[in-house]
């Protein structure tokens, strides 16, 4: 039988009326409209819905709804403040990772939960995380990552604001061979960006492909 339960999504109150076991990514994207979190696999594997619950990553396809009452949930959507891009996001901006784009929601909010963890992450942890992205971005995902880091001031911490990153068109041979994705993901390699996005193409970034 439908219940009624309360939470906060993207900073907006919302009640819904579900069944207690429902997924959480049904009722974000059937019953809310809020589309960034993608359906990939629905069994927790893919990561494509990847989220945050109480800033914590969650997989909302295994979370049920009774789970998130009183709580916090953050989806890509909510993840600019207002006009201005999470450096995480201008991070994937400017290193034009993405390609088709439906991992890269997930893979975004689970790049912000990484860096909330580990600050000052290393490609070790970079490659722990376990997106799947059937376009083999990443090479320029890795990239993005460390620029995030180098970006994001911590409390106590002075960092540059400048990015000690590279673009991946900028890459020798011998760099872009070292940044190959490890051999438990697929071995697509990223080609490498011939030109840079508009701005306009950035909205893709924030969650709305593929909805
Ligand atoms: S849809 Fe694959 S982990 Fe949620
Ligand atoms: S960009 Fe296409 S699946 Fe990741």
């Known amino acids: 039988m439908p219940k009624k339960f309360t939470f906060t999504v993207n900073g907006q109150r919302v009640e819904v009326d579900a069944e207690a076991d429902m997924p959480l990514l049904w009722v974000l994207r059937d019953k809310l409209g809020v589309t960034g979190p ?9 990561r494509a819905c ?5 800033g914590e990553e969650i997989q909302p396809c295994t979370v ?3 789970e998130c009452d009183s709580r916090k949930v953050t989806t890509i959507e909510g993840l600019a403040d207002g006009g201005a891009l999470h450096p995480v ?7 034009d990772v993405s ?10 909010m689970a790049a912000v939960a990484l860096l909330k963890r580990t600050p000052e992450p290393t ?3 970079i490659e722990a995380i376990e997106n799947m992205c059937r376009c083999g971005t990443y090479p320029r995902m890795r990239i993005a990552i460390q620029a995030a880091a180098a970006m994001m001031d911590r409390p106590g911490q002075k960092k540059s604001k400048e990015p000690k990153r590279q673009d991946a068109s900028q ?7 070292a940044t190959e994705p490890p051999a438990s993901r697929p071995t697509t390699q990223a080609p490498k960006p011939t030109e840079q996005k508009q701005p306009e193409d950035d909205e893709s970034l ?4 593929f909805d």
């Open 123 to 125: 490609d070790a942890d």
């Open 171 to 177: 890459q020798s041979g011998a760099e872009a061979e």
């Open 64 to 66: 049920p709804v009774s």
């Open 99 to 108: 390609q088709c784009g439906f991992c890269q929601p997930g893979q975004i």
């Open 89 to 95: 996001q201008q991070a994937w901006v400017d290193a």
């Open 50 to 54: 990847t989220s945050h619950l109480d």
């Open 38 to 46: 993608k359906y990939g696999c629905g069994v927790g594997v893919c």
């Open 206 to 209: 924030i969650g709305s492909l």
